[in-house]
């Protein structure tokens, strides 16, 4: 019986040490695992950001370099449709000077990115909403201009000689893409250095100078 006793009470606290030294581990492998994954998760995030404030930037640019022409284009097209003289396509190339209508192609591969990658899930909210916004302002713009591009120049647009009616669907076109344009340059004002003070590049600038 006695044997049996030391038996049970040395087995006991080895039980107990056992137990604690697993838990221990599994607490320890659960904490790397957790601070792995979250250095992952940082790591994505500012990618993330970081091809947000390059495609951001492009678009940005793509925008600005439009807008004065379509402001020009638009007075032009006003005149010409005020003038009393006939709509004839001679007197449209005199009096409009039309290089195209130039419309903005917009990059959207890092938000496609960020999506499959559910990264946006990693930014502060506040900054993937904003962020979100901004592309859902790109998005509608590009369908204005899709759809403009596809009602108004087809094969009958140019089977008359009168070009009124194009000048006049040009000229309603250029009054909303002059409206967004500016809202839409203003949203980049707006997010990119939210998304620059997110990466730490203006605390850098400041470190700098």
């Known amino acids: 019986m006695s044997i049996l006793g030391e038996k049970d009470s040395r087995s006991i606290p080895s039980l107990l040490f056992e137990v604690i030294l697993i838990g221990l581990g599994v607490f320890l492998a659960l904490l790397a695992n957790n601070w792995h994954e979250e250095r992952e998760h940082r790591a994505l995030a500012q990618t993330t950001l970081r091809n947000f404030a390059e495609e951001l930037r492009a678009n940005q640019v793509a925008v600005g370099s439009n ?3 379509h402001i020009t284009l638009f007075s032009e097209l006003q005149q010409f449709l005020l003038s009393k003289e006939p709509a004839t396509d001679e007197r449209f190339n005199l009096s409009v000077h039309f290089l195209g209508i130039r419309p903005v192609v917009f990059e959207h591969t890092a938000w496609d990115l960020a999506l499959a990658t559910q990264a ?3 930014l502060k909210p ?3 909403l904003a ?3 901004v592309y859902t302002q790109q998005n509608a713009f590009q369908l204005l201009e899709n759809s403009f591009l596809a009602s ?3 094969p009958a647009t140019f089977a008359s000689e009168d070009v009124k009616g194009l000048a006049t669907a040009m000229r309603v076109y250029l009054a909303d893409v002059n409206s967004l344009e500016p809202a839409m340059l203003a949203r980049y004002r707006e ?3 939210e998304i620059d003070s997110a990466l730490g590049i203006r605390a850098m600038k ?3 100078k």
């Open 206 to 208: 400041k470190a700098d």
């Open 120 to 122: 946006l899930s990693y």
């Open 191 to 193: 997010v990119l250095p």
């Open 126 to 128: 506040d900054l993937a």
């Open 67 to 69: 807008q004065s022409y």
């Open 152 to 154: 108004a120049f087809t």
């Open 131 to 133: 962020i979100s916004k």
